[in-house]
Structures are given as C-alpha cells and as structure tokens.
T-cell receptor, first 114, second 115 residues
Framework: AQKVTQAQTEISVVEKEDVTLDCVYE???????LFWYKQPPSGELVFLIR??????QNEISGRYSWNFQKSTSSFNFTITASQVVDSAVYFC???????????FGKGTKLTVNP | EPEVTQTPSHQVTQMGQEVILRCVPI?????FYWYRQILGQKVEFLVS????????KSEIFDDQFSVERPDGSNFTLKIRSTKLEDSAMYFC?????????????FGPGTRLTVT
C-alpha cells in the first residue's frame, strides 16, 4: 500500500534561514511519481514539482531544491533564504504507476517570520 | 496561464440536501479528479474520470456521490443527500496525462458546509 509520511507537523523559521521539509514514502511499485504542492493561507493547492521513480537527479528551481533518494525512500524539499511569502502548508504526494490517485502526506506548516 | 476554476467558492447546505459542485478543467486536459480536505487534515482522493467514465474511485466515493461531464467544459460532483461529515473543502483537478505521468493542477476549491 502506498503511504506518505511528513513527520514535521509545523516548522517556524526566521526570514533568510534555510529550511528543509522532509518526506518519506512507501510503495511496492517500481514505477511511481512524487510531487510537492504548496497550500498558502488562501487555500488553493499549487503544484511545485513532479519526479518519476527513474529519475533521481536532484532539481533546483530558484530558491527551491529537491533531493530524491530512493535508497532512503525520501523526497525532501529545501527552501533557501526563506521569505515570508513562503509561509504555507506544504504537501508531499505519491502516485503509483498503475493508479490515478495522488496520496498526500499530512502536510508541514511552514511559518516564516520577518 | 490556464487554470482550473470552481464554483461556488462556498456552499452552505442543510443535512439531507443535494449539492452540485462545479469545475471547469484546463481546456486541453483529458483527465479529471475530485479530492476533498476536511479542515486541518490531509487531502484525500475521491474519484478520477476519463473518457466519460470513472477510471478509479476511493472507498469514500460511495453511492451518495456521482460525477458527470455534462458538456465539453464542465465537470461536476454531486452529493445526493449530504451529511454533516461531508463538510470539507472539495478540490477539482485536471491533468494532461494519466496515472502520475503528468502533474495534476488543482482549482481553488469549494468549501462545503453542511448544517
């Protein structure tokens, strides 16, 4: 069965600090996809990134970077030089290759204080 | 930039009433989804829809729920007889490809309150 664990319920940092959000997943499939979504206080879900299980290359997009490690079943998300606008709930999600659904973790609430 | 839209943004209904939540997916997407998020909890999959039929559904999606694509643009979720526990944010999503091969883009959600 597929499962996503985000052990950090809430994180609070001061602006300009770096912060890493952890995501650990479980799946029996060899083909799967991993995602990160951002949910700001306004409530919508904003897509950030998608990775497939065959591509372990880390990715950087501006201040955001993602570290995918199959050996530890982790897909961690780092925000460098955090800003107040980064304050949101961040969800990690998993889709097994044969399934339509996204299985979400419980989310990590990030608060960036000025 | 194309986006998924949902109406209404907030719906209040009495227990036992029927509600229809509406979504307009991104125009060139073929795969459609409904999820829900009970306040403060994680996002849960309800149903996926492709080629005018349900392709996958969760155990939450029982006989009280139905989905429809009544025309070329709208995608609806109907709850026949609402219960208090149906109170949640309902998100519609669409994708250009199936089964995680392409990302799902979410609408802003409809907050359903059942009293």
């Amino acid at each position: 069965a597929q499962k996503v664990t985000q052990a950090q319920t809430e994180i609070s940092v001061v602006e300009k600090e770096d912060v890493t959000l952890d995501c650990v997943y479980e799946t029996r499939d060899t083909t799967y996809y991993l995602f990160w979504y951002k949910q700001p206080p306004s409530g919508e879900l904003v897509f950030l990134i998608r990775r497939n299980s065959f591509d372990e290359q880390n990715e950087i997009s501006g201040r955001y970077s993602w570290n995918f490690q199959k050996s530890t079943s982790s897909f961690n998300f780092t925000i460098t030089a955090s800003q107040v606008v980064d304050s949101a709930v961040y969800f990690c999600a998993l889709s097994e290759g044969g399934s339509e659904k996204l299985v979400f973790g419980k989310g990590t609430k990030l608060t960036v204080n000025p | 930039e194309p986006e998924v839209t949902q109406t209404p943004s907030h719906q209040v209904t009495q227990m036992g009433q029927e509600v229809i939540l509406r979504c307009v997916p991104i125009s060139n997407h073929l795969y459609f989804y409904w999820y829900r998020q009970i306040l403060g909890q994680k996002v849960e999959f309800l149903v996926s829809f492709y080629n005018n039929e349900i392709s996958e559904k969760s155990e939450i999606f029982d006989d009280q729920f139905s989905v429809e694509r009544p025309d070329g643009s709208n995608f609806t979720l109907k709850i026949r007889s609402t219960k208090l526990e149906d109170s949640a944010m309902y998100f519609c999503a669409s994708s250009a490809g199936p089964k995680g091969a392409r990302e799902q883009y979410f609408g802003p959600g409809t907050r359903l309150t059942v009293t």
